[in-house]
């Protein structure tokens, strides 16, 4: 029997990443070679004292319930990190652990956001703030991120879009899916415009720590700021623990307890062990993760330089994450030229359109693989794009 799905259902994206991903899993069953730019998690293995914190708590009997709102020592961990890497004095009580950091911007979503509110939010972005925004019953306002500005918003712009039914502000920054970095003047605006105002800001920094110039600020950080945010981050990126699912917020603590009450109504708790190892993460070696973000950064030069050198493609040089977002509107629809490279290439990649309007023209290449692997969809696709009729 067909299910009678309510109708707040038919409000609810999805993220195209898994979909293309499981496409390409079906090429492969089938012979073909499949070389994965679509996913965007590290290609690196956990770092082995992380693994073992995991192990040594499963075996001290890490395997029960905790406290919906994370460990103590966790949360504790959580708060000296973001006060000593973000600059934003943080208390364990403004801390919420969850089952990655998706439930963070779900929860506060529900938490905040009522029929008929306005969200601001980047795009192109990821796609699930989209997604989220119109299942809880707001209005989806965009800021249009543009190549002229190496993807980084406009303040001035962002500013203009606030109303009186302006609820909240969605920042990320490094950005999925461009690599742009949101200037700290920009910041400094957006922090002057909504300071006082009913209106909070969700900073989602979980690419915070994989930056190639600088460091990008919190707006968290501005005067009067800190009680109008909240900090997303978590473990994926930064330590690759995509499977781990481990994430956090930071947040007043009034609102760190309605975000409690989800997880409690949700989730009960994040696995006790997952914690520990997340524990082990943050007061462990940083060694692997810097190796990494270098890494990355040999791989976004190569990228970069071999996309640029491709007939009718553009490429920013992206200052975090390990995406690039090549400008591909000489070929026509993204969304076909993405399944041709697919198809006919062996190179999963993303649409821009799947992150967005303003991502139309444009795909998506997560560098998270190996350079020698890099180098190869290159040439597939330059070779491929040679007898491509858009």
Not at 265 to 270: A, I, L, Q, V
Not at 336 to 356: I, K, N, W
Request: proline share 7%; glycine share 8%.
């Amino acid at each position: 029997m067909t299910p009678q799905l309510a109708s707040r259902m038919q409000r609810l994206g999805t993220e195209t990443a898994f979909e293309v991903l499981a496409a390409a899993r079906r090429l492969e069953a089938q012979g073909r070679n499949i070389i994965h730019l679509e996913i965007g998690e590290p290609d690196f293995a956990t770092p082995d004292h992380i693994v073992a914190a995991a192990h040594r708590a499963m075996r001290e009997g890490y395997t029960h319930y905790t406290p919906s709102a994370g460990l103590p020592e966790l949360r504790q961990a959580i708060a000296r990190y973001i006060t000593a890497q973000k600059g934003v004095p943080a208390l364990p009580e403004e801390v919420v652990v969850t089952p990655g950091g998706k439930p963070i911007m779900f929860f506060v979503m529900l938490a905040l956001v009522d029929h008929g509110d306005e969200v601001i939010y980047p795009n192109p972005g990821f796609p699930v703030y989209e997604s989220v925004i119109r299942f809880a019953g707001g209005v989806p306002v965009p800021i249009p991120l543009r190549e002229e500005r190496e993807f980084a918003l406009d303040a001035e712009e962002l500013c203009s879009l606030i109303t009186p039914r302006t609820k909240l502000i969605i920042l990320n920054s490094p950005q999925n899916p461009t690599g742009g970095i949101i200037a700290a003047q920009d910041l400094e605006m957006i922090a002057d415009t909504v300071r006082g105002r009913p209106i909070f800001v969700m900073s989602d920094e979980i690419y915070d720590r994989i930056v190639y110039d600088g460091s990008p600020r919190s707006i968290a950080t501005f005067p009067g700021m800190k009680e109008q945010t909240i900090i997303l981050d978590g473990f994926s990126k930064t330590y690759a623990m995509t499977g781990w699912r481990l994430g956090y917020g930071v947040m007043p603590v009034a609102l760190a307890e309605q975000i409690t009450k989800l997880m409690v109504n949700s989730n009960s708790c994040t696995a006790a062990f997952t914690q520990m190892a997340g524990l082990a993460a943050l007061t462990g070696p940083q060694d692997e993760s810097r190796r990494m973000v270098e890494e990355f950064r040999r791989r976004r030069d190569r990228v970069v330089a071999g996309l640029n050198a491709i007939p009718g493609i553009s490429c920013c040089l992206p200052r975090g994450s390990f995406y690039v977002f090549p400008n591909v509107k000489a070929y026509g629809d993204c969304r076909r030229l993405a399944r041709y490279l697919l198809e006919e290439a062996g190179v999963a990649t993303l649409a821009g359109s799947d992150f967005g309007q303003y991502g139309d023209g444009y795909l998506r290449l997560s560098y998270a693989n190996s350079l020698t692997n890099l180098e190869r969809a290159v040439e597939r696709i330059a070779s491929a794009l040679r007898n491509y009729r858009g």
